[in-house]
């Protein structure tokens, strides 16, 4: 599916949204926003080719002498210099423009933001401008009294958690994670590790400091986006990038098989 994350990451954050949405106190929304930039490196981000236009070729290759036998038969008719006016190969490229989308919940009246959810993407952990602007957005959270819930289901890039990757334990480095910072402990991270062959858990999405957390089922949400997505008709015999360890290699097979893939 992470082939395919621009399409799963619009479902789970509607699913998201409509699964927090009645669970919430009166007072309180939930939100789906979205932030847009513009992707000026995208090919090293996201291994995606801009269009190219040629406007104009010129000479061209296949009609016009070699210049050095040009040049030479000029010189040895009438042995005077000529000046060539260069012409350039013309490309127009397109900047790339991205939309990411999030969830706030606010407060109805005033519309403080008491926490965002962000279910990270391929562009955030990849370098450029979309890992710039989200880790910008990070900044804010955190510098706010609001609180930031970051699932990361993205194995390939770097890590971009509210959570130096020297804290995580050794163990969890290559699992999928969860991290949650309550805006009344700013200092606080808890990270829930997410490993490949246990089943995701139900993640507890923190409102105000007086409130209990609201449940959030990730893997019905997964589950939900696997299947109306239909992404069993995916092709489950290309390579991984990053590719997996031996064990959750001979895991997978198996659960492939199972499921008729193979």
């Known amino acids: 599916m992470e082939t395919r994350w621009e399409g799963v990451h619009q479902a789970l954050n509607i699913y998201a949204r409509d699964a927090i949405q009645p669970r919430l106190p009166s007072d309180l929304w939930a939100l789906a926003e979205e932030r847009v930039y513009v992707e000026t490196d995208s090919e090293r981000t996201r291994q995606i080719i801009p269009d190219v236009h040629v406007s104009r070729l010129y000479p061209a290759p296949e009609s016009q002498p070699s210049m050095l036998k040009e040049g030479a038969a000029i010189a040895a008719e009438s042995h005077a210099v000529e000046t060539v006016t260069a012409e350039p190969l013309v490309f127009e490229l397109r900047e790339l423009e991205f939309t990411e989308g999030y969830i706030e919940i606010r407060e109805q009246k005033g519309g403080r933001i008491v926490t965002v959810i962000e279910f990270l993407s391929r562009t955030n952990k990849s370098g450029g401008t979309g890992q710039e602007i989200y880790l910008e957005k990070q900044a804010e959270v955190l510098r706010s009294d609001a609180s930031l819930v970051e699932i990361d289901l993205v194995r390939a890039g770097q890590r971009v958690l509210a959570l130096p990757r020297y804290h995580i334990p050794a163990q969890h480095r290559g699992d999928c994670l969860t991290c949650i910072s309550p805006g009344w402990k700013r200092n606080r991270r808890e990270l829930y590790p997410m490993p490949l062959r246990q089943r995701l858990p139900v993640l507890p999405i923190p409102l105000r400091?007086?409130?209990?957390?609201?449940?959030?089922?990730?893997?019905?949400?997964?589950?939900?986006?696997?299947?109306?997505?239909?992404?069993?008709?995916?092709?489950?015999?290309?390579?991984?990038?990053?590719p997996w360890t031996a064990e959750d290699a001979a895991w997978a097979e198996g659960m492939l098989k199972a499921a008729g893939k193979r």
């Open 209 to 242: 400091r007086q409130e209990s957390p609201v449940p959030l089922n990730l893997q019905a949400l997964v589950d939900q986006a696997y299947a109306n997505g239909r992404y069993d008709r995916l092709d489950y015999s290309a390579e991984l990038d990053p």
